[in-house]
């Protein structure tokens, strides 16, 4: 880690689907308090091929313990085994709940009293299948919700023939605002987007492992869903080179309006931390009450 810190701040929330478990928290249809802070790290994690999987877990769950006092902790795509080593999908899958991620994933936002979206994981089903499968832990440790990638990417190879699609898109009541889950390509389907503030979003949380060399689709796309659904949007992506894929980086923090609040300026590992306002996304509908306009 290069020790680069990214800090920046604004004035500026379904149902789980049946992959999720239950989560506690307070209502997640209220509106939240006004000017409430919300304090969230995304981490800009470096996927090193030379290192092993099991001390890049030891090294993330130490990220993620350093980020107490945060609302939400954010880790990217398929972290634990790179988005492009597809040659070690099969290896590497693991259960979405009990696996090796997931142990020590719970232990870290448990650790450090956060909620933690941990990015993904390669899940191995019960039935053998593969999907690409975030998982998002409350405070306690416990597995709140669970989401498998809906839009599989590679065309004709990778991810889309390793791996099966999810189907369910997916909320997490947070108790300061509702989160709706994608993952990296979904990021091109405005659909699942919709869908996620028809179920309450206000937060959209997008973990990718991003290539470089379409770097400017990832910020385009991600002021974008922000705009258009008038929501916060959380995009972290990856740091380094994995599976000889250099990774765009430029995680960033969107606000409602589609103004960047907090941006890594780079695809070096770093935090990337802002303080955001979730009433800030009441104010600008209200303001511009662009989606009551929706007519399909
Ligand atoms: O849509 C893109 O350009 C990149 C998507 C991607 O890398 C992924 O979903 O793993």
Same mark, same amino acid.
């Given at each position: 880690m290069d020790g680069g810190t990214v800090r920046?701040? %604004?004035?500026? %929330?379904?149902?789980?689907?049946?992959?999720?478990?239950?989560?506690?928290?307070?209502?997640?249809? *209220?509106?939240? +308090?006004?000017?409430?802070?919300?304090?969230?790290?995304l981490v800009q994690?470096r $996927?090193?091929?030379?290192?092993?999987?099991?001390?890049?877990?030891?090294?993330?769950?130490?990220?993620?313990?350093?980020?107490? &006092? *945060?609302?939400?902790?954010?880790?990217?795509?398929?972290?634990?085994?790179?988005?492009?080593?597809?040659?070690?999908?099969?290896?590497? *899958?693991?259960?979405?709940?009990?696996?090796?991620?997931?142990?020590?994933?719970?232990?870290?936002?448990?650790?450090?009293?956060?909620?933690?979206?941990?990015? %993904?994981?390669?899940?191995?089903?019960?039935?053998?299948?593969?999907?690409?499968?975030?998982?998002?832990?409350?405070?306690?440790?416990?597995?709140? @919700?669970?989401?498998?990638?809906?839009?599989?990417?590679?065309?004709?190879?990778?991810?889309?023939?390793?791996?099966?699609?999810?189907?369910?898109? $997916?909320?997490? +009541? #947070?108790?300061?605002?509702?989160?709706?889950?994608?993952?990296?390509?979904?990021?091109?389907?405005?659909?699942?987007?919709?869908?996620?503030?028809?179920?309450? @979003?206000?937060?959209?949380?997008?973990?990718?492992?991003? +290539?470089?060399?379409?770097?400017? #689709?990832?910020?385009?796309?991600?002021?974008?869903?922000?705009?258009?659904?008038?929501?916060?949007?959380?995009?972290?992506?990856?740091a380094?080179?994995?599976?000889?894929?250099?990774?765009?980086g430029?995680s960033?923090?969107?606000?409602?309006?589609?103004?960047?609040?907090a941006e890594a300026s780079d695809t070096e590992e770093r935090v990337l931390t802002?303080?955001?306002?979730?009433?800030?996304? &009441?104010?600008?509908?209200?303001?511009?009450? *662009?989606?009551?306009?929706?007519?399909?």
């Amino acid at each position: 880690m290069d020790g680069g810190t990214v800090r920046a701040s %604004s004035s500026n %929330s379904p149902t789980n689907s049946p992959d999720s478990a239950p989560n506690p928290g307070a209502d997640p249809a *209220a509106d939240p +308090p006004a000017d409430a802070s919300f304090h969230v790290a995304l981490v800009q994690l470096r $996927v090193d091929p030379d290192e092993p999987v099991s001390a890049r877990r030891e090294r993330t769950a130490a990220l993620v313990r350093a980020q107490r &006092g *945060a609302d939400l902790v954010v880790l990217p795509e398929l972290w634990p085994v790179g988005a492009f080593a597809f040659d070690r999908f099969e290896a590497e *899958a693991e259960p979405a709940r009990h696996g090796p991620t997931a142990e020590a994933m719970s232990a870290a936002a448990r650790d450090a009293g956060v909620w933690l979206h941990a990015g %993904s994981v390669v899940e191995r089903a019960p039935g053998g299948e593969l999907f690409n499968t975030s998982l998002v832990f409350s405070p306690d440790g416990e597995l709140a @919700a669970t989401y498998r990638k809906i839009h599989r990417f590679g065309f004709d190879r990778g991810e889309a023939t390793l791996m099966d699609a999810g189907t369910q898109p $997916v909320t997490v +009541p #947070h108790p300061s605002a509702v989160l709706g889950l994608a993952t990296c390509y979904d990021l091109r389907f405005p659909e699942l987007f919709r869908a996620l503030v028809d179920a309450g @979003a206000r937060l959209l949380v997008v973990p990718a492992g991003w +290539p470089a060399r379409r770097a400017a #689709h990832w910020s385009l796309l991600a002021r974008a869903r922000a705009v258009e659904n008038q929501c916060y949007v959380l995009a972290c992506g990856t740091a380094g080179t994995h599976a000889g894929v250099l990774q765009a980086g430029h995680s960033a923090v969107i606000d409602p309006w589609g103004e960047v609040v907090a941006e890594a300026s780079d695809t070096e590992e770093r935090v990337l931390t802002a303080v955001i306002d979730p009433a800030e996304v &009441g104010r600008v509908r209200e303001k511009f009450p *662009a989606l009551k306009d929706r007519v399909l």
